[in-house]
């Protein structure tokens, strides 16, 4: 089973697409989950502790928005843990939004950066692209070892929607 880290990580279809593939999907739930259900953080809407803040100062200066090293903070266990990644460019908001350009592009160059495996896949306009988006997603994963290495491509995949 591989750690899939998803983007947008708040898809709930990428989520489900990945687990019944049979590996892990890395998605932002999971953090949130954290945040709200451990003891000794504050309540709504404060789940941050003093560590929170220099996590985001990890990828963006202090200049950069709030929003950015906020989320920056709660997408580096998922980074970190990350043995393979799909991102999906241009989603709508229904399908799974970030809710910020900038994260979406910072993301994008920390997980190329880091060289795993990673498949790039428009968003599907149509029946056929949604049919080609799920078998994309289905070889892709069917590609990844127990250790996450794709056979024989150690860098980024690209797919054209």
């Known amino acids: ?37 451990t003891a000794g953080i504050d309540s709504p809407p404060l789940n941050i ?5 220099k996590i985001g100062l990890k990828y963006a200066a202090v200049e950069v928005p709030a929003g950015v090293r906020g989320r920056m903070s709660l997408l580096d266990p998922l980074i970190e843990d990350a043995e393979a990644a799909i991102l999906v460019e241009d989603a709508p908001i229904g399908f799974g939004c970030m809710g ?3 994260t979406s592009e910072l993301i994008g160059l ?15 306009t149509s029946d056929d692209s949604a049919k080609d988006f799920v078998y994309r997603i289905s070889e892709f994963t069917k590609g990844l070892g127990a250790t996450g290495e794709a056979e024989g ?3 980024a995949e690209v797919a054209e929607e």
């Open 1 to 37: 089973m591989t750690n899939i880290f998803i983007y947008p990580t708040n898809s709930l279809i990428l989520y489900d697409l990945v687990e019944r593939f049979g590996h892990k999907p890395l998605a932002i739930m999971q953090e949130i989950k954290k945040k709200v259900t």
């Open 49 to 53: 502790t003093p560590e929170d803040p």
């Open 100 to 102: 910020c350009q900038r």
């Open 110 to 124: 920390l997980i190329r950066a880091k060289r795993i495996p990673t498949l790039e896949l428009g968003y599907p």
């Open 153 to 155: 491509a150690k860098n």
